[in-house]
C-alpha cells in the first residue's frame, strides 16, 4: 500500500510537470522594438508567456547606446535573443556573448530568407532616387538563421533553469523602469560600467555597405515572422502550432499594411523629398517612393557647413516639398536646409517611438510612416 501511494504521488508528479511545461515558454529579449513588435506577435496567446525583453528603449538611437541594469537584466533571463545583428548595434555583440551565454541567438539581418541592400553614398542620391546598392539580395545561411558570431545552441541548452513566473514579469510598454528589476538583481551596471562593458553611447556606426534598417521592407518583416516562430517552436515544441498560426496571421496583416500605405502614398508619386539619414532605402524601394538626398551622412555624425549647403541646393532645385527630421537628432540642420525654400518639416522615425507597443506594432509602423511622409509631401 505504502508503494503504491508512492507511485501515485509520483505519477501525479509527473503529471503535473508536464502541464506546468506548457507555460514555460521561452524568455525573449530583444534590440529595437520593431523586433519586439514582430515577436510579440508569434508568441500572442501563448500560456504563461512574459513581456518581451527590449534591450533599447523607445526614443533611443540603437547605433549607440547604454544600456540600464534592468536592459542587461533581459539578456541574463534570456533563452532566446533576436536582435538585427552587430551592423545595427555593434555594441551590443560583447553584451549578448557575456550576459546570454546559453540562449539561443538570431541575427535577424543574416537570415538567409532576408533581402538585404547597401547604403546610399553621398549627399544626393541619383535621378531615379535609388542610388547604390539599391538590388536586396538574400543571404546563404543555415536554416536556423543563426548570426555571424555563431551563438546559436542546441535546443535544449537552458532546459535545466527554472525559468517560472515571478512577480516581477513586466509590461511590454516599460521593459526598463520597474525598480523591482534592479532590486532582484545585483548586476554591478552602473553608469560607467554600462558604457565600459554593456554598451558605448556615441558610437560610430559606419553608414557604407549593408544598410541594416531591414525592418522598413514588409518583405523582410513577414519572413521574419516565420523565422522567429521556427526558433521558438525549437525551444517549445509544446507551441509550436501557436506560433505558427500567429505567424501567418501577423504576415496577413502586414500585407493588409502594406495595401493600406500604397494606397496613401500613391496620390503623391513623384513628390520629393530628403530625409536626415538613409534610414529608409528599404521602405522608399519596396513602395517605389525615392528620397532624393540625406542632409547627415550617418545616424552618429552631424551634417558639417558644406553638406547642408549642397543639401539646401537640392532643395530648391527639385523643388523639394518636405525634408523629414527625427526625433532623436537635431531639428536645427532641418530648419538650416529648408529655412526660406517653402519645403515643409515632417517627423518620422524608423523606429516609432510613439506607437504603442504589442503585437501590432509592425502593421502600425507601416502605416504611421505613410501617413507622415503623405502628410509632408502633400
Known sequence: ????????????????????????????????????????????????????????????????????????????????VFWI???????????IETLAPDARVVG?????????????EGARFDHDGHGHGDEGHGHDHDEHAKDEHDHDHDEHAKDEHDHGHDEHAKDEHD????????????????????????????????????????WLDPDNGRAWLDVIAAEL?????????????????????????????RA?????????????HDAYHYFEHHFGFPAAGAIAD??????????????RNLIADIGATCALAEPSHNPGFVETVTDGTGARIGMVDPLGFEIEMGPGYYPALLRDMAERLAECTS
Open 1 to 80: 500500500m505504502k508503494m503504491l501511494r508512492t507511485c501515485l504521488v509520483g505519477t501525479f508528479a509527473f503529471s503535473a510537470s508536464v502541464q506546468a511545461g506548457h507555460s514555460e515558454v521561452p524568455r525573449v529579449a530583444t534590440d529595437i522594438a520593431p523586433v519586439t513588435g514582430l515577436v510579440a506577435r508569434v508568441m500572442e496567446g501563448v500560456p504563461g508567456a512574459e513581456p518581451v525583453g527590449q534591450v533599447v528603449r523607445a526614443g533611443a538611437s540603437p547605433h549607440g547606446y547604454a544600456m540600464r541594469p534592468s536592459e542587461a537584466a533581459f539578456l541574463e533571463q534570456a533563452d532566446a
Open 85 to 95: 545583428g552587430e551592423t545595427l548595434t555593434p555594441w551590443l555583440d560583447g553584451s
Open 108 to 120: 535577424l539581418l543574416d537570415a538567409d530568407v532576408t533581402e538585404v541592400m547597401e547604403f546610399r
Open 175 to 214: 521593459h526598463g523602469d520597474e525598480e523591482h528589476a534592479k532590486d532582484e538583481h545585483d548586476h554591478g551596471h552602473d553608469e560607467q560600467a554600462k558604457e565600459e562593458g554593456h554598451g558605448h553611447e556615441g558610437h560610430d556606426h559606419d553608414h557604407s555597405g549593408v544598410d541594416p534598417h531591414a
Open 233 to 261: 517552436s525549437r525551444l517549445d515544441p509544446a507551441n509550436a502550432e501557436i506560433y505558427e498560426a500567429n505567424a501567418a496571421a501577423g504576415k496577413e496583416e502586414i500585407t493588409a499594411a502594406e495595401a493600406d500605405v
Open 264 to 276: 496613401m502614398l500613391e496620390p503623391r508619386s513623384g513628390a520629393r523629398f530628403v530625409v536626415f
Open 298 to 311: 550617418g545616424d552618429a555624425a552631424d551634417p558639417g557647413p558644406a553638406r547642408l549647403e549642397e543639401i
